[in-house]
């Protein structure tokens, strides 16, 4: 059994892991620029009309900061770039852990030691 403090990493699997996930991330991404860019043409086309109602609506519903549409835009936007650098990030922790176990191996004399 092991001690709380020592970790095991199944290497190939946590990789295929994370390019799973980066893939994953890379297509949320992609999708998000062309759903985010389509919002944005369509309520830049006054889809509630030109009148005192219609501008009154926008005006609550897309009139920026802290309105709903505004609101949407701007945290998707923000959560979506972390998403998309998990994967690479997770495949760089796994390949340093990777590396510095093979250094300590090479430096103190094996995998018993």
Same mark, same amino acid.
């Given at each position: ?29 992609? &999708?998000? !620029?062309? *759903? ?9 086309? +006054?889809?509630? #009309?030109?009148?005192?109602? /219609? ?13 709903? &549409?505004? !609101?949407? *835009? ?9 998403? +998309?650098?998990? #994967?690479?990030?997770?495949? /760089? ?21």
């Amino acid at each position: 059994m092991s001690e709380l403090r020592e970790t095991f990493v199944k290497p190939e699997a946590a990789l295929d892991a994370a390019n799973t996930l980066g893939a994953a991330g890379a297509r949320l991404a992609y &999708a998000w !620029q062309g *759903l985010a860019a389509r919002i944005e043409t369509l309520n830049g086309d +006054e889809p509630w #009309g030109d009148d005192e109602p /219609g501008k009154e609506f926008n005006k609550h519903y897309l009139g920026g900061e802290g309105q709903p &549409a505004a !609101q949407v *835009l701007k945290v998707a936007g923000g959560v979506v770039p972390v998403v +998309e650098l998990m #994967g690479p990030t997770v495949k /760089g922790a796994v390949e340093g852990t990777v590396d510095v176990d093979d250094m300590v191996r090479t430096l103190f004399g094996g995998e018993d030691k």
